[in-house]
């Protein structure tokens, strides 16, 4: 099934945040730091509010909480006036008007400076069992190296925006949020005012990949300046303003230790990890889960520390923390099949884990195995020559390479309300978001199959704080949580339809056990008798439409965990003469229960193939240490895959599902799908050259300079 939105897309119809204008609204524009580290001695605003157009330099923030000290420099790029005018560009040049007087302080804005000092991390407390460094000691084989990544940004297509509109007491954000109701709990936090006095409106989102899954300081400002003017704001950062705006998956930096036996067993791994965080909060990346769960050792050791520095706050990108722990232990796994003389593969297999290793309970479905051998068989593998820079194509050097993913299956109490109407149309409604995945159209489907309409009959809205409780639209978890929901209210709406035909002397059903009785095009029916619609029953009893509301809420975890599975293949050329390393195709398969819809399934893995294209070969953040600046902040000189990077990308999902962790049977897709591609890269990269890099990305340089 195509997307239900597509068309209002590809038209221009589907109107996002910035999109908005008001009657009376006026333009805004965020006066940044040009240092990392400063105490502000005083702002002039003269100049700038005597130029053509500019209402207002708002300097004041008393009366908002900002998550950062207020007078104060901790960040380069952090907000320190928003600049009010008619029009944007008037507001623009006002922006450059305006003078900021600070007294510089020293700053640190690397993790690897010597002034860093890591600190632990209480989201992610040391984990021990057994004893992973005497097993280490004690191993025939040991693989014991570092790994660094370079910060990594999302750059969606839309930009942060919001347009905030006070009417009386009562805020009205449209804004470019992951989290409706969580936007409207913070924002009416910042400014001390009831969550009731707050609605935020977000129905379309242009890419996220995590930077608007929390409330930042520009959309609190934008509020705060609506209120301030008394007229409506419309603030969009630029794309500069994006890189220190709204997060980044942190740089970071790991050691990943493992050993085994001649027979290819893990008898030890130690995992420890960093990462950058700015000063003012903390944000975990805990790269090391994978390490404690994803094969079989008695012995593990894992650690993972922030180091705060001063920089910007980081924040949820795709396949956080576990996509940059799972490029460390797949590239390790793959060096310790090299050392071993073990095909890649077998080792995995040999290691294989039915259950949770840290809480000892099973997996409700654990299918790695299965995506290792049939991505296998599809791929190709058994031409791969095991030993490197063996296979050539004139100039360029041809190797494959393989990785496991893996990635919980997160779920959380969501809510949803459906509603028959005698018309034979149903709408179904809850607060969450799509920034991409096609929630809009896996909700439609999910509430169709459960009503027995055709899903042209069936309409979602989502995108408004108003509507039933739903969870951040975030770490694979919408589906599975929110259509649960939607499942539910819907089955409880079509069952009161069925219940009130049953015991209607009028009804062709009357008398029939309700567990008989089926739908299907609307059409409620049951073996022997005469069907009869959906508004046949309402308008008998004098109704237009039934509602029912229902919330969901996973089963907790004490018998079972549930985690998505898969297996990523890559091959790459590189070119001997000029390190130029470019991927020739790609295959993944995995393992996530019922797939709802597999058109939007294999796009979700198409983005998560690219993303990890990225990561592995282009994305890297060059910054001036002596102020913090970005230097590569825009889209020329920050690179990502394009369409000619793009390769032959393949992608399988094996058949079933798991209906021990939700009614639908569905794991989430979207974090997965990201996780392990760098390595399976990196690991062909090896393959081909016979050069093992463990910092990503991996440029011409890194690889023309190893040994």
């Known amino acids: 099934m195509s997307r239900v939105d597509g068309r209002l897309k590809v038209t221009g119809q589907a109107d996002y945040a910035a999109d908005h204008d008001l009657p009376g609204l006026v333009h805004a524009v965020l006066v940044t730091s040009t240092v990392s580290r400063a105490t502000i001695t005083g702002i002039d605003t003269d100049r700038a509010r005597s130029q053509p157009g500019v209402l207002d330099v708002v300097t004041d923030f008393s009366g908002v909480t900002l998550p950062f000290p207020s007078g104060e420099i901790n960040f380069f790029g952090q907000p320190l006036a928003v600049v009010l005018a008619d029009t ?21 804005t ?36 570092t790994f660094t990544m370079a910060r990594e940004y999302h750059n969606p297509m839309e930009l942060p925006a919001t347009v905030a509109h006070w009417t009386g007491s009562t805020l009205t954000l449209w804004d470019k949020t992951q989290w409706v109701q969580g936007n409207a709990r913070n924002i009416a936090a910042a400014l001390n005012v009831p969550v009731t006095a707050v609605r935020v409106i977000c129905p379309f989102i242009g ?15 934008a509020a705060h300046a609506a209120r301030h003017s008394g007229r409506p704001v419309k603030l969009v950062l ?54 404690k769960l994803l094969y079989a050792c008695e012995n593990v050791r894992t650690a993972y520390r922030l180091v705060p520095i001063d920089v910007s706050a980081a924040t949820f990108m795709r396949g956080p923390g576990t996509v940059t722990g799972a490029f460390a232990l797949e590239t390790t796994m793959d060096e310790l099949a090299d050392r071993l003389g073990i095909d890649p593969i077998e080792l995995r297999l040999r290691n294989m884990v039915d259950h949770h290793q840290v809480t000892g309970v099973p997996f409700t479905d654990q299918r790695l195995g299965e995506c290792l051998e049939v991505g296998a068989r599809a791929f190709g593998w058994s031409r791969r020559r095991s030993t490197p820079r063996t296979r050539r194509e004139g100039d360029v050097l041809i190797g494959m390479g393989v990785a496991a993913a893996a990635h919980h299956n997160n779920r959380t109490t969501a809510s949803a309300a459906a509603r028959i109407n005698a018309d034979g ?41 108003t509507l039933p409780t739903a969870p951040m639209h975030s770490g694979s978890k919408t589906l599975a949580s929110v259509g649960s929901a939607v499942f539910t209210a819907c089955s409880t709406a ?72 898969g297996a990523v293949f890559a091959e790459v050329s590189v070119d001997v003469r000029l390190g130029q390393i470019r ?43 002596r102020d913090g600046r970005i230097v590569n902040a825009n889209m020329a000189d920050y690179l990502v895959p394009v369409h000619a990077d793009v390769p032959d990308l393949d ?57």
């Open 425 to 465: 149309t149903a709408l179904v409604t809850s607060a969450t978001a799509d920034m991409g995945p096609g929630t809009y159209t896996s909700m439609v489907q999910v509430a169709a199959d459960a009503l027995g309409l055709a899903a042209s009959r069936v309409r979602f809205e989502l995108g408004d704080s």
């Open 88 to 108: 944007l560009q008037q507001a623009q040049h006002g922006a450059s008007q305006v003078t900021v007087r600070a007294a510089t302080l020293p700053a640190v």
């Open 110 to 145: 690397s993790m690897d400076d010597p002034r860093a000092v890591p600190v632990p991390d209480e989201e992610a407390p040391d984990y021990s069992r057994g004893d992973a460094d005497a097993a280490l000691r004690a191993a025939s084989t040991v693989v014991d190296h």
């Open 651 to 707: 992608v399988q999902f094996l058949s079933g599902d798991d209906p021990a962790a939700t009614p639908i049977g569905v794991k989430g897709l979207g974090e997965l799908v990201v996780v392990g591609v760098p390595a399976a890269i990196g690991n062909a990269v090896y393959n081909a050259t016979g050069v093992r890099v463990r910092d990503l990305p991996i440029t011409l340089d890194r690889l023309l300079h190893r040994d």
């Open 583 to 625: 991927v020739r195709r790609m295959r993944a398969v995995y393992d996530i229960g019922q797939v709802v819809n597999p058109k939007l399934s294999r796009s979700q893995v198409y983005g998560g193939l690219v993303a990890g294209m990225g990561m592995a070969l282009l994305e890297d953040t060059a910054r001036d240490h």
């Open 238 to 291: 630029t794309r500069r303003q994006m890189y220190s705006g709204v997060g980044y998956r942190p740089a970071s930096r790991q050691r990943l230790a493992m050993a085994a036996g001649r027979d290819g067993r893990i008898t030890g791994i130690v995992h420890e990890g960093s990462s950058e965080n700015c000063r003012y909060e903390a944000y975990s990346d805990d790269s090391t889960e994978l390490a």
């Open 494 to 565: 079509r069952d009161g339809v069925v219940r009130m035909a049953v015991v209607d002397p009028a009804s062709p059903l009357y008398g029939v056990d309700a567990d008989t009785v089926t739908v299907r095009d609307g059409h409620l029916s049951a073996p022997g008798r005469s069907s009869e619609r959906y508004g046949d029953v309402l308008r008998r009893h004098g109704r237009d439409s039934v509602t029912s509301q229902r919330s969901w809420t996973p089963v907790p975890e004490n018998e079972f965990s549930s985690f998505a599975f």
């Open 207 to 221: 890419g996220a990949f995590g930077n608007a899954g929390r409330t930042w300081p520009h959309q609190i400002l």
